[in-house]
Structure formats: structure tokens, C-alpha cells
């Protein structure tokens, strides 16, 4: 619904309607992967992201923690 809304009016504020896209391949090393929107990548790092997650057992905590983190940030 935002990329709509960023394709009229709210253009001028910044909310734009090309999104980002990535392909990144996959290996058995990967852990995890984390899905998340501008609200945790505008004001947390990959790697900030990466240890909140890592250290966490569950995977409802974490995503509690990484949206913890990001609010306070």
C-alpha cells in the first residue's frame, strides 16, 4: 500500500515507489534470514540486526528484540 501511496501524493515527502530488491544466493552457512521494513533498516545495521537475532533461541523473541531495538533507536 505505501509504494501506492508513494506513486501520488506523498512523493514530496519522501515515501518513494521504487522498492529495493535483492537476490542473494543462499548457502547451508546462512543461519537465518530476516524480513523487515524501513522501520528497523533505516535506524539498525545489518550487523547490529545479525547479533540481536543470534543471540536470541527463539525466534518470536528475536524479532520482539529486533523491534525492541529498533523503537529505542
Known amino acids: 500500500m505505501s509504494r501506492a501511496f508513494g506513486d ?3 512523493k514530496d515527502y519522501g ?3 521504487v522498492q529495493n530488491v535483492y537476490y542473494p544466493k543462499l548457502t547451508d552457512q546462512h543461519e ?3 524480513l ?3 522501520g528497523v533498516w533505516d535506524v539498525l545495521k545489518n550487523d ?3 547479533k540481536i ?3 536470541m533461541n527463539n525466534r518470536s523473541m528475536a ?3 529486533v523491534v525492541d531495538h ?3 533507536a
Open 53 to 55: 537475532v543470534g543471540s
Open 48 to 50: 547490529e540486526v545479525v
Open 32 to 34: 537465518f534470514v530476516v
Open 15 to 17: 515515501l518513494i515507489s
Open 63 to 65: 524479532a520482539r528484540s
Open 8 to 10: 501520488f501524493c506523498l
Open 70 to 72: 529498533a523503537v529505542k
Open 36 to 38: 523487515a521494513t524501513y
